[in-house]
């Protein structure tokens, strides 16, 4: 197996127009996608990340606050999975609830081993 990361962005337009109850059963088929990827032990990691961060650069030198792309660039969470290939790991990814925003989408990267 190989490792993947699915990196999250955009849906948070989405997410702001959904009712106290609608935001919560969205959340319940993010658990539901996810613990279906555990149960097949593909599932190894994965959270949201707040909305704040610094971005380092400048030999250490330079520290500007973020985030540092416009709204539907801005990395809202990650997952780690596991998965034959790369075309296997997108496939797991057209199960994610992101995908339901017009603005939701998954980079899909292949971690290197080192």
């Known amino acids: ?13 989405h997410m702001s127009e959904l009712s106290p109850e609608e935001k919560q059963a969205h959340m319940e088929e993010w658990g539901v996608w996810m613990q279906g990827l555990a149960e097949k032990g593909q599932l190894i ?9 610094k971005q380092v650069s400048g030999n250490g030198s330079v520290i500007t606050d973020g985030p540092f792309a416009e709204g539907a660039e801005i990395v809202g969470g990650y997952l780690m999975v596991n998965a034959e290939t790369l075309d296997d790991a997108v496939e797991l990814s057209k199960g994610c609830p992101i995908l339901q925003a017009e603005d939701g989408h998954i980079e899909v990267r292949e971690i290197m081993n080192m």
């Open 1 to 13: 197996m190989t490792k993947f990361l699915y990196l999250f962005r955009g849906g948070d337009g």
């Open 45 to 53: 990691d994965g959270l949201p990340l707040t909305s704040d961060g």
